[in-house]
């Protein structure tokens, strides 16, 4: 959908469908890096045709925001087996692959009508990155910087955020959505990710750009208030805790919560499985 927007110097952003997932690709002296790399082979090399029509410069690096199929799909066309360039992702991801996502991938393929969405996994071999990330790290890429900085457990155990230091742009993956709200999907951690954004937000000045994993560019402003919703929500869960609630009876004694109930319900469902077996629920 729409085409790349250069959010700022150097920076391109693209939204693309299925899902508006989030695609960003920074300009070095002589090459690119590539954010993301989509759900499937397929959407993969329409990414790696449209980068290459739009950039004189080839792909040299890909990062991975975190290990959610939109997100790392695609990576087999970029890995060893495909372009063979530079793939940086946080180091759970190779975990977070065997946990969740390679489940997923294995049902889905014994019966597809369990992705509602028609996912088109056939050809998907799950492609962890080249380059774990354990702390943080500066890449250079030709005459500039981009500092790849791994998260504590949020949206996901296996977050990374990306600083464009000469552009003072932030790539945020989905530990910020704007088109949506926050998935609390598979792996996440509702308790903690508030703290992981107020951490974050010490290190954002006012006039930073942010772009989330879904969605239009943000500001910090954005990200303080969907912080402190996502606290209100991750209180909601210590206090339910607290009392002895279920997800249900807590979720039905306000009706103010900031996301759709749905998710919420999901959200106080691991967060209070988590507060019950700290070690169990990861
Ligand atoms: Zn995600």
Same mark, same amino acid.
């Given at each position: 959908?729409?085409?790349?927007?250069?959010?700022?110097?150097?920076?391109?952003?693209?939204?693309?469908?299925?899902?508006?997932?989030?695609?960003?690709?920074?300009?070095?002296?002589?090459?690119?890096?590539?954010?993301?790399?989509?759900?499937?082979?397929?959407?993969?090399?329409?990414?790696?045709?449209?980068?290459?029509?739009?950039?004189?410069?080839?792909?040299?690096?890909?990062?991975?925001?975190?290990?959610?199929?939109?997100?790392?799909?695609?990576?087999?066309?970029?890995?060893?087996?495909?372009?063979?360039?530079?793939?940086?992702?946080?180091?759970?991801?190779?975990?977070?692959?065997?946990?969740?996502?390679?489940?997923?991938?294995?049902?889905?393929?014994?019966?597809?009508?369990?992705?509602?969405?028609?996912?088109?996994?056939?050809?998907?071999?799950?492609?962890?990155?080249?380059?774990?990330?354990?702390?943080?790290?500066?890449?250079?890429?030709?005459? /500039?910087?981009?500092?790849?900085? !791994?998260?504590?457990?949020?949206?996901?155990?296996? *977050?990374?955020? #990306?600083?464009?230091? %000469? $552009?003072?742009?932030?790539?945020?993956?989905?530990?910020?959505?704007?088109?949506?709200?926050?998935?609390?999907?598979?792996?996440?951690?509702?308790?903690?990710?508030p703290?992981?954004l107020e951490?974050?937000?010490?290190?954002?000045?006012?006039?930073?750009?942010?772009?989330?994993?879904?969605?239009?560019?943000?500001?910090?402003?954005?990200v303080v208030r969907q912080t402190a919703q996502l606290k209100l929500v991750?209180d909601?869960?210590?206090?339910?805790?607290?009392?002895?609630?279920?997800?249900?009876?807590?979720?039905?004694? /306000?009706?103010?919560?900031p996301? !759709?109930?749905?998710?919420?319900?999901?959200?106080? *469902?691991?967060? #209070?499985?988590?507060? %019950? $077996?700290?070690?169990?629920?990861?």
């Amino acid at each position: 959908m729409g085409d790349w927007t250069e959010v700022a110097d150097g920076v391109h952003h693209k939204r693309y469908n299925p899902l508006d997932v989030s695609i960003v690709v920074i300009e070095g002296e002589f090459g690119v890096l590539a954010v993301d790399t989509r759900s499937s082979p397929r959407e993969a090399d329409e990414l790696i045709a449209d980068i290459s029509a739009r950039f004189d410069k080839p792909i040299r690096w890909v990062v991975n925001t975190h290990a959610h199929y939109d997100h790392t799909f695609g990576n087999q066309r970029f890995g060893p087996f495909g372009l063979d360039v530079d793939v940086y992702g946080h180091r759970n991801i190779r975990r977070h692959f065997a946990q969740f996502e390679a489940p997923r991938l294995a049902a889905a393929r014994r019966d597809p009508s369990r992705e509602p969405g028609g996912q088109d996994w056939s050809e998907v071999t799950l492609t962890p990155p080249t380059h774990e990330v354990a702390e943080r790290t500066t890449l250079n890429i030709g005459d /500039r910087k981009v500092d790849l900085i !791994p998260l504590r457990p949020g949206h996901t155990d296996t *977050d990374l955020v #990306l600083l464009v230091r %000469d $552009a003072n742009t932030w790539v945020l993956g989905d530990i910020i959505e704007e088109s949506g709200p926050p998935m609390y999907g598979s792996g996440s951690f509702p308790l903690g990710w508030p703290g992981v954004l107020e951490q974050l937000l010490e290190q954002m000045r006012p006039g930073d750009r942010m772009i989330p994993g879904h969605g239009q560019v943000v500001d910090r402003s954005f990200v303080v208030r969907q912080t402190a919703q996502l606290k209100l929500v991750a209180d909601g869960i210590r206090d339910a805790h607290a009392r002895g609630l279920s997800p249900d009876e807590a979720l039905w004694e /306000r009706d103010d919560w900031p996301f !759709p109930v749905d998710g919420v319900f999901w959200a106080f *469902d691991r967060g #209070l499985r988590q507060l %019950d $077996a700290p070690t169990e629920a990861r």
